[in-house]
Each structure stands twice: as C-alpha cells, then as structure tokens.
C-alpha cells in the first residue's frame, strides 16, 4: 500500500488519466475485434458459396488466420483489381489501425510523476520500458485532430473517423458480394 501511494496511484489526475486509458484503450479494441470480424465475414462470403460461407468463416478466417493475414488478402485482391467495393484509402486505414493497436497493446501508460500530476485529459501517452526507464512511446491526443503518425502521434477522433470508415465499407461491401 505505501509504494501505491509514493507513485501516487490514488490521486485525482492517476484516476482520470486511468479512466480515460481504459476508455480509449477498450474503444480501441472493440473497434478492432469488430473489423476483424467484418473481414473473416467478407472473405468467406467471397470465397465459398453461401452454404459453405459459415464453415469457412468459422474453421478457417475466425480460427485460424490472423488479422495481418487477413488483411494482406484483403489488400492484395484491392492491388489485384479482384474487388471494388472498397474506398481508395481502405488498406492504409487498416494498416494505420492495425500498428496503433499493436502499439497500444506492448505499451504501458506513462506514469511518470510529473506526467499524472500536470494530466490535463488532453492526451495519453504510453511507454515501453527499456533500459531499465520508461521511453515515451505512443500520444494519443483525445481532443484533437492533430496527429502525425510517423512520430506515433495519434489523434482520437482519427483513430475512431477511420474505424468507421472501415466497418461502414464492409456494410456497403457486404450488399456487393
């Protein structure tokens, strides 16, 4: 208990800075767990015929390809001119998303002291632990726009404007097939 409070994980800004991680951290998941599910769906309506489709989504895309792989199906038949139905932008949004979350998932939040005390809920900043400290890693910013992805400087509302682009062409896709 005393070492909780000399990181000073029972403050205000600790609990705000907690709830919004957790927030974006769950959105972010959800999102991707939904994608993923889109993607298997497609590829098995595309690939087997309708009485088939069930089985090969659940045997073969849900169990046993991963999502980088069915992505790389999903970009390579766009390259390959084999589907349409999809937005100009679709495999990089998948690929802007896919890193983010991985990112996410190997990093810790930052919780230096300084860091939780002046938390203000602008933005969120993870860390990989390496060479026994902290390295600031991953910003995501929640109130703004503003990112630069090269510099893992991501925006909240990108993260979610490009995640609903993606779940909405699999709708339309969906119609297509």
């Given at each position: 208990?005393?070492r909780?409070?000399?990181?000073q994980f029972?403050n205000?800004?600790?609990?705000k800075l907690?709830?919004d991680?957790?927030?974006?951290?769950?959105?972010l998941?959800?999102?991707?767990?939904?994608?993923e599910?889109?993607?298997?769906?497609?590829?098995?309506?595309?690939?087997?015929?309708?009485?088939?489709?069930?089985?090969l989504?659940?045997?073969?895309f849900?169990?046993?390809?991963?999502?980088?792989?069915?992505?790389n199906?999903?970009?390579?038949m766009?390259?390959n001119?084999?589907?349409?139905?999809?937005?100009?932008d679709?495999?990089?949004?998948?690929q802007y998303l896919?890193?983010?979350?991985?990112?996410?998932?190997?990093?810790?939040?930052?919780?230096?002291?300084?860091?939780?005390?002046?938390?203000?809920?602008?933005?969120?900043?993870?860390?990989?632990y390496?060479?026994?400290?902290?390295e600031?890693?991953v910003?995501?910013?929640?109130?703004?726009?503003?990112?630069?992805?090269?510099?893992l400087i991501?925006?909240?509302?990108s993260?979610?404007?490009r995640a609903?682009?993606?779940?909405?062409?699999?709708?339309k896709a969906k119609?297509?097939?």
């Amino acid at each position: 208990m005393e070492r909780k409070e000399k990181l000073q994980f029972n403050n205000e800004n600790y609990l705000k800075l907690r709830e919004d991680s957790d927030r974006f951290r769950g959105n972010l998941i959800d999102m991707m767990v939904n994608i993923e599910f889109f993607m298997s769906d497609f590829l098995s309506e595309y690939f087997a015929k309708k009485e088939l489709s069930d089985d090969l989504n659940m045997y073969v895309f849900a169990r046993e390809l991963s999502f980088e792989s069915k992505k790389n199906i999903l970009s390579n038949m766009i390259a390959n001119k084999k589907i349409n139905c999809f937005y100009k932008d679709f495999s990089n949004d998948l690929q802007y998303l896919q890193i983010l979350r991985n990112k996410i998932a190997h990093c810790t939040l930052y919780i230096a002291k300084e860091y939780i005390d002046s938390y203000n809920r602008n933005e969120l900043i993870y860390a990989i632990y390496e060479l026994k400290k902290y390295e600031k890693s991953v910003v995501v910013r929640l109130n703004t726009q503003t990112e630069n992805p090269d510099k893992l400087i991501y925006s909240q509302e990108s993260v979610i404007a490009r995640a609903n682009r993606v779940m909405a062409s699999f709708g339309k896709a969906k119609g297509i097939i």
